[in-house]
């Protein structure tokens, strides 16, 4: 499973754009996060074009990581009229929160629905299931990672996190990881809500950097010391020099 990225920045770092990721199977595209810049980006790349379902995974409310839900939302009913599916976990903490902000964007109920993630699994070919992990941003809010079982491994994703616990549990669960994609920064200081990338070093054992993609970053210096360190960084298609989102779409078998 390899996912393919809109944005890699984190909040303060708009020339990387919001960080977002998603991947296409049989016309449903699948999307992680829609910060205030995703919506354009994915207009722009064609990636709503012959979409036959939106479904949305969120992993925390702030808004460099929903800020363009609304719009979404409305997009995929007055112009897609596809449905947009708003994947959650049962009870997740930051629902209320999501009700709320698509109440105040002026989004209806019939604009969307929420589909618990138990619901996706076993029916793709990308991935046999789909957990929402919580994890630890900021005191404000609750934030979630995501983990994704496929054939090729575990596939874990983040979100935006301070804390190293979740990663370095599944490392020692002895399972087998395919991709560790983990929000990486520079900065140091007491009271960070992103997960410096000393630590990262210090944590991450040799043979797993490999599998680690560096994401939500905050300058380029984060990009060179995450290279140096044997770490990943994920592309969009600017860094890959492509002037469009490549469209990749797995079929079912």
């Known amino acids: 499973m390899e996912l393919q990225f809109l944005g890699r920045g984190a909040a303060f770092n708009p020339k990387e754009g919001n960080n977002s990721a998603y991947f296409i199977e049989n016309n449903q595209l699948f999307l992680i996060d829609c910060g205030e810049s995703i919506f354009e980006r994915l207009v722009e790349n064609g990636l709503l074009e012959g979409i036959d379902a939106i479904n949305l995974m969120i992993t925390h409310t702030h808004s460099d ?3 363009s839900l609304g719009t979404l939302a409305m997009y995929s009913y007055y112009t897609l009229r596809k449905p947009l599916n708003i994947i959650m976990k049962k009870e997740a903490k930051h629902l209320p929160n999501v009700k709320k902000i698509l109440e105040g964007f002026g989004c209806t109920p019939a604009m969307y629905s929420y589909v618990d993630e138990e619901q996706y699994d076993n029916r793709f070919v990308s991935f046999q299931g789909l957990r929402y992990i919580e994890t630890s941003h900021c005191d404000e809010l609750s934030c979630y990672g ?71 970053v905050n300058n380029d210096q984060c990009i060179e010391e995450a290279k140096n360190a044997g770490f990943n960084v994920v592309e969009t298609q600017k860094e890959k020099g492509q002037s469009k989102v490549l469209k990749p779409n797995i079929t079912q078998k």
């Open 65 to 67: 990581h929903i800020g």
């Open 146 to 216: 995501l983990l994704f079982t496929t054939s090729n491994g575990l596939v874990y994703y983040s979100g935006d996190t301070r804390e190293i616990e979740n990663v370095k549990s599944l490392i020692a669960s002895g399972q087998n990881i395919d991709k560790l994609y983990i929000d990486t920064t520079t900065a140091n200081f007491p009271g960070n809500v992103h997960l410096y990338i000393g630590i990262l070093q210090e944590q991450i054992p040799e043979e797993f950097k490999s599998k680690v993609y560096c994401m939500h």
